[in-house]
């Protein structure tokens, strides 16, 4: 049996090509279950030397998932745990702002305060569902994929994890 | 919670513009909408993708001593891949009969790899070709224009030829820089030897070598082990702020305008590759000058006050 070579994982191009594609949710991935940068990026180099590893076993469809699922399987062995904070974007430029009413800023400030505590809350599962869709913007069919689950599966992660968002920020 | 099923589907992208109307009106779409933007607004790491394969390449090298993979694939298929980084990176690879081009355009960076495996980083406007036919891996030779930093695989002599000199090594690391009357070496490891009209030097790590419209330098004891420019950084060390002015113009693609400037001012110190206005204030406000941006032109005047 012999694949196309852009279909094969041991080909270094075509790994190239793959690693370049996913490199950046996967991370993310990783990312939204430890909460740290450092760590995200080391667990998901892991799981790609993992894939060039195996690279003659994985077919090459499977080969996203296998990535998540790896991801998954190495924090797990993580014994480190963080609670996962992220941070926004920083507004370096200070002027735009300016003309704002300090209320109004005071508020959101409190309000991107008291999102991030709650994000922190949430279950990893509400919580990597929840980010996937806000942060990388995939639609729940990519994100069923990624982790192996069903549709149905990644809409009620979606929406507990809403419902325990609005439960906790206060005055919304 | 209500409107779930219109939650989930305004969530995933999926509402016709009529169904959104409708639920932009419901109590729910205030409360959640705000949750929903705000948390776009979280901003994980952004990676460098070419510089983080690198280092996945280090740790493939270094778990997999054993007999598996790597070794048998990485021949001809490591040639492709680094082809496909250079297409990637919007460079073009010309295959004419025999000869291996390679050229940046501004604000660019490429890396490209050579018959003999050893890897180049071109700067922005710059270009390198080698003659494939006359290639030998007894007597390596390279023609750069412009910026590049090579890391050169061990073996016999490796020339660099540029219009302003020419650089020759065995296995080492260095970065060369021509620009019109600016001639640049720098070494980082090994040995480099450095010949410019009469002169003939040997570099050692950490040494520079700088020749400005014909006067030469030399520098010792640099500890950097690559040109900052990897890092999307434009670095000077002491050098006349027209030839900064040049880099910028090349990393941005702008004109800049400073003709009142005194073109005796040596600069020291950097600039960000990848934003303008910050590159403008790290080289103007140390040096009490005002710059306009219009468009693509930039006029760079001394500060009044």
């Avoid at chain 2, 010309?94 to 180049?120: C, H, M, R, W, Y």
Wanted: proline share 3%; charged share 25%.
């Amino acid at each position: 049996m012999k694949s196309k070579d852009s279909e094969n994982l041991c080909k270094e191009q075509t790994y190239k090509n793959f690693y370049t594609s996913y490199v950046q949710g996967a991370k993310n991935f990783a990312l939204y279950k430890c909460g740290d940068e450092a760590q995200a990026l080391d667990l998901t180099q892991e799981a790609f030397v993992k894939i060039w590893q195996n690279c003659a076993d994985i077919d090459f469809a499977k080969a996203k998932t296998y990535l998540f699922t790896t991801i998954n399987n190495l924090f797990l062995n993580v014994i480190k745990h963080h609670k996962v904070v992220l941070n926004y974007e920083k507004n370096s430029v200070q002027e735009d702002r300016s003309y704002q009413d300090p209320e109004y800023l005071l508020e959101e400030q409190e309000f991107k305060t008291n999102l991030n505590q709650a994000i922190a809350n949430l279950t990893e599962a509400q919580r990597e569902v929840f980010l996937m869709n806000r942060i990388d913007g995939k639609k729940y069919r990519e994100i069923a994929e990624d982790l192996n689950l069903s549709i149905k599966a990644v809409e009620k992660r979606m929406s507990t994890a809403l419902a325990s968002l609005r439960e906790q920020i206060p005055n919304i | 919670m209500k409107n779930e099923k219109l939650i989930l589907k305004w969530l995933n992208g999926d509402m016709s513009p009529e169904e959104l109307d409708t639920f932009k009106k419901t109590e729910d779409y205030k409360s959640y909408s705000k949750i929903a933007s705000y948390a776009q607004d979280l901003q994980p790491e952004q990676l460098n993708t070419v510089q983080t394969y690198q280092e996945l390449q280090q740790r493939l090298d270094a778990t997999s001593k054993t007999p598996k993979v790597i070794k048998p694939n990485f021949g001809w298929v490591r040639y492709a891949a680094a082809a496909v980084v250079a297409v990637l990176l919007s460079t073009y690879f010309l295959f004419n009969s025999d000869e291996i081009q390679t050229q940046t355009k501004f604000g660019e960076i490429a890396q490209t790899q050579l018959p003999d495996e050893s890897e180049v980083f071109l700067n922005a406007k710059s270009s390198i070709s080698v003659n494939k036919k006359s290639w030998d891996n007894s007597n390596r030779m390279v023609n750069l224009n412009g910026e590049a930093f090579f890391k050169v695989t061990k073996g016999q002599k490796f020339t660099v030829e540029t219009p302003a000199g020419s650089v020759q090594v065995l296995g080492t690391q260095f970065n060369v820089k021509e620009r019109d009357s600016y001639f640049e070496v720098q070494c980082y490891e090994g040995r480099v030897q450095v010949i410019k009209d009469t002169d003939t030097l040997i570099l050692t790590p950490g040494m520079r070598y700088r020749n400005i419209d014909g006067i030469a330098k030399q520098t010792t004891s640099l500890t950097s082990t690559e040109p900052s420019w990897l890092d999307k950084e434009s670095e000077f060390d002491a050098v006349p702020i027209g030839l900064v002015f040049d880099e910028m113009q090349r990393q941005f693609n702008i004109k800049i305008e400073a003709a009142q400037v005194d073109q005796k001012i040596v600069f020291k110190g950097g600039f960000n590759n990848t934003d303008l206005e910050l590159a403008l204030k790290s080289v103007c406000n140390p040096l009490n000058l005002d710059y306009k941006i219009d468009g693509n032109a930039v006029k760079i005047v001394p500060n009044a006050s």
